[in-house]
């Protein structure tokens, strides 16, 4: 009996063995498929759907930046120790390298595949739990951080005016400087236009209880009250922060400074870290 690539990945779907050692237990129970699920199930390697339920609360995450492509990827596991080895971790690099390869924006059975060929060898349930994938366009960049032992990827992407102030040190130093930035301050919005009007309209509530205690006029209040939301915008919003190296200014202000003394322009319009653990990718 013929055992196609099709039977092969059947097997595999069903009992989580690797794909290799599905096609050895086929060819050897020649192509019952029944037979060969009994054989993987004596060699031990058909153990995955028992290990689905078991808690993966470990893991690392994972970022690549790849021509006109930027990608960040979440693989959970069971234990630390399994987060430590070395396989693990070539996994999660082959999965963002896949993925920019063909083009991949999601979680795909080829990708789940993947996982599931490293559960058979390493017998831990592990997990793809968020893949983000970002476009550069021309005259752009993306900066990236992975923090320690992967426990934060951050990527920052700046714009240019033209493609060759990116090779000038100063602006190297700036782009690598706000990946950093990002990492320590993990800002919620991106500048005061991104955020919501919601979000705005509840401060502004809060602010204005807190200084209604104050007994001032009400034009005095009004003023207090903008005077507090512009300060927690500019704690909460990336472009406005304080620049992590340079506090007497904005990171906004800073990109500015630094495309001029480079000649050019030089903007940030994106960014997005993930943590491991976190449900998604944050911008």
């Known amino acids: 009996m013929a055992i196609t690539a099709d039977v092969v990945k059947k097997?595999?779907?069903?009992?989580?063995?690797?794909?290799?050692?599905?096609?050895?237990?086929?060819?050897q129970a020649n192509g019952d498929f029944a037979a060969a699920e009994k054989i993987l199930k004596e060699m031990g390697l058909a153990a995955i759907a028992k290990r689905q339920d078991r808690a993966t609360d470990n893991g690392r995450v994972f970022l690549k930046v790849q021509d006109n492509k930027a990608i960040m990827a979440e693989l959970s596991c069971e234990t630390d120790f399994v987060a430590s080895n070395d396989q693990f971790q070539e996994l999660g690099n082959n999965i963002c390298a896949v993925a920019l390869e063909k083009g991949y924006t999601e979680i795909n059975d080829e990708l789940v595949g993947m996982v599931n060929d490293l559960i058979a060898i390493i017998k831990e349930n592990m997990a793809l739990k968020t893949l983000c994938v970002y476009d550069l366009g021309q005259n752009e960049f993306a900066s990236?951080?992975?923090?320690?032992?992967?426990?934060?990827?951050?990527?920052?992407?700046?714009?240019a005016d033209k493609s060759e102030l990116f090779a000038e040190d100063v602006v190297k130093e700036f782009t690598n400087d706000c990946a950093l930035h990002v990492a320590a301050f993990t800002p919620s919005y991106l500048n005061t236009e991104?955020?919501?009007?919601?979000?705005?309209?509840?401060?502004?509530?809060?602010?204005?209880?807190?200084?209604?205690?104050?007994?001032?006029?009400?034009?005095?209040l009004e003023g207090i009250v903008k005077g507090k939301l512009n300060k927690h915008l500019s704690e909460i919003c990336f472009l406005q922060q304080p620049f992590v190296k340079d506090d007497s200014m904005?990171?906004?202000?800073?990109?500015?400074?630094?495309?001029?003394?480079?000649?050019?322009?030089?903007?940030?319009?994106n960014y997005a870290?993930?943590?491991?653990?976190?449900?998604?990718c944050s911008n």
């Open 11 to 27: 097997l595999r779907d069903i009992t989580g063995a690797g794909m290799m050692d599905c096609k050895k237990a086929l060819t």
């Open 144 to 159: 990236s951080y992975v923090h320690g032992d992967g426990a934060l990827a951050v990527l920052v992407m700046f714009k």
């Open 194 to 220: 991104s955020v919501d009007e919601a979000y705005v309209k509840e401060q502004t509530e809060i602010f204005t209880v807190q200084a209604a205690n104050l007994g001032k006029p009400a034009k005095v």
């Open 250 to 269: 904005s990171v906004e202000k800073k990109a500015a400074e630094v495309g001029k003394a480079a000649g050019g322009k030089l903007e940030i319009i």
């Open 273 to 280: 870290f993930l943590r491991a653990g976190a449900a998604s």
